[in-house]
């Protein structure tokens, strides 16, 4: 197992809900048994504070861009990550290592991590596991693991890496919530950053198909009528046709060969 001291200056940091002790208990598990160093981060709850924080969503554009009701643990989500990447820049890190607290790491993850972090000039975010990740473009090779951008959806943000010059260039214009943030980030063509993730992915997320944020079975998910969906295909094709020209202009699509 790669020794963590060894790894170049940066910061791992878990998010959790207060609430979901057994959760925190078997990441506090694993990540001690990596050797890995990390800082607990105290998830906003979206639930107990919506009050506050729909102050910061733009409801009508979260409903026409993503085609049902805002889900309340999704804003406390959003908030969540924002936070963690302001505690990284505080710290004075380089890279931050954002955890959410259903992660499952691969025997491979501290290899991954390391390769990763070595490699941390090709890439400014970088998944280290997927809810989706659709049309994989390889940019390069990193060892065993592919750098892959993608041409379609690229959501979830259970583990990730971000560089800090990325982060302090994201926050500023975070809000108002529009979208989940997994989504936000995905806007590539907007953003403009180097969006990749390390295939085959050293850690995957399971929450025993009870999720805080929609509910056991995705129960708490409530998409509106077909025809109240009507736009949303509209945008999602002028965003597809976007997030096209955009790799095209950067040379990631089609794949770079080698």
């Not at 990540?31 to 990390?38: C, E, H, I, M, T």
């Not at 979260?62 to 936070?83: D, K, M, Q, T, W």
């Not at 995705?218 to 295909?233: A, E, M, N, Q």
Request: hydrophobic share 40%; glycine share 6%; charged share 25%.
């Amino acid at each position: 197992m790669p020794d963590s001291q060894m790894l170049p200056d940066f910061g791992a940091w878990l998010i959790n809900l207060p609430r979901s002790a057994q959760r925190r208990a078997a990441m506090e598990a694993q990540l001690s048994a990596l050797n890995l160093p990390y800082s607990l981060h105290e998830a906003t709850d979206g639930r107990a504070e919506w009050d506050r924080l729909v102050q910061n969503v733009d409801l009508a554009a979260f409903r026409r861009n993503v085609g049902r009701e805002v889900l309340p643990g999704e804003i406390g989500c959003y908030h969540s990550h924002i936070a963690v990447w302001q505690a990284f820049l505080d710290s004075g890190k380089d890279v931050a290592l954002v955890l959410e607290d259903d992660v499952v790491f691969h025997p491979e993850f501290m290899t991954a991590l390391q390769t990763a972090l070595a490699a941390k000039a090709d890439w400014d975010f970088l998944k280290l596991n997927k809810i989706r990740a659709k049309q994989p473009l390889r940019q390069k090779k990193l060892g065993i693991w592919d750098l892959n951008a993608y041409l379609g959806p690229a959501t979830g943000l259970g583990a990730y890496l971000i560089r800090r010059d990325l982060a302090a260039r994201l926050l500023p214009g975070m809000l108002p919530i529009t979208r989940p943030i997994d989504h936000e980030l995905d806007r590539v063509h907007i953003h403009d950053f180097r969006h990749y993730g390390l295939e085959p992915f050293p850690s995957h997320v399971d929450d025993g198909n009870s999720s805080t944020i929609t509910g056991q079975s995705h129960s708490d998910v409530r998409k509106f009528p077909w025809y109240r969906r009507l736009p949303l295909y509209g945008l999602r094709l002028r965003y597809m046709i976007g997030k096209l020209v955009y790799l095209i202009r950067k040379g990631r699509f089609p794949a770079p060969k080698g």
